[in-house]
């Protein structure tokens, strides 16, 4: 089945830019969607579609996705984006369509 | 407002079983499918099982197939997943999920039911 890798965590000071890869087997032929998981929390869609962003998401969550990454940025990180982010993708050809990727930490220093 | 209710987590002893439900409500829930999807404690996200909105397409990940069963019903605007032969490895918070109609995403979470299975 599909398999997404992503760093297991990464560290940005407030203010500076946080990037998140999720790395797959030509993902960029597939629609890649992220989520953000604070503690104790459910997960929620940061940006879907590659790089489309729900109704009350930041414009500091943005998405990109070609060949074989797709990447999740940050801009002006604020203590609040500390959190775990996950991609997603729908595998159509798979009788295990719904894949998570492996999960980064993001840590504000 | 749209919203997902989960309930019927617990303890229970290795080889039983359980029954989440999960509540819809604020949307027409018979016209997305609906996914679970669980976190074993500390670990990432696992997608768990899926059913369409009229339970013609229904998948399960190798890890609980042959003992959850995804079930629906649209009258009741309600989810269910029965788990039988339950294993130390469930443990988790379960959730249920709303999948978009077009690209597939999961675009409204529950807040999530914790099962534990321990002796």
């Known amino acids: 089945s599909y398999v997404l890798t992503q760093p297991p965590s990464v560290s940005v000071a407030p203010g500076q830019t946080a990037r998140i890869t999720c790395g797959g087997n030509n993902i960029g032929s597939k629609s890649v969607h992220w989520y953000q998981q604070k503690p104790g929390q459910a997960p929620v869609l940061v940006v879907y579609d590659d790089s489309d962003r729900p109704s009350g998401i930041p414009e500091r969550f943005s998405g990109s996705n070609s060949g074989n990454t797709a990447t999740l940025t940050i801009s002006r990180v604020e203590a609040g984006d500390e959190a775990d982010y996950y991609c997603?993708?729908?595998?159509?050809?798979?009788?295990?369509?719904?894949?998570f990727g492996t999960g980064t930490k993001v840590t504000v220093l | 407002e749209v919203q997902l209710v989960e309930s019927g987590g617990g303890l229970v002893k290795p080889g039983g079983s359980l029954r989440l439900s999960c509540a819809a409500s604020g949307f027409t829930f018979s016209s997305y499918s609906m996914n679970w999807v669980r976190q074993a404690p500390g670990k990432g996200l696992e997608w768990v099982s899926s059913?369409?909105?009229?339970?013609?397409?229904?998948y399960y990940a190798d890890s609980v197939k042959g003992r959850f069963t995804i079930s629906r019903d649209n009258a009741k605007n309600s989810l269910y997943l029965q788990m039988n032969s339950l294993r130390a490895e469930d443990t988790a918070v379960y959730y249920c999920?709303?999948?978009?109609?077009?690209?597939?995403?999961?675009?409204?979470w529950g807040k999530g039911t914790t099962v534990t299975v321990s002796s």
């Open positions: 997603q993708v729908w595998d159509s050809s798979s009788d295990h369509p719904y894949v």
């Open positions: 059913i369409s909105s009229s339970s013609s397409y229904i």
């Open positions: 999920a709303r999948v978009d109609r077009r690209y597939y995403y999961m675009d409204v």
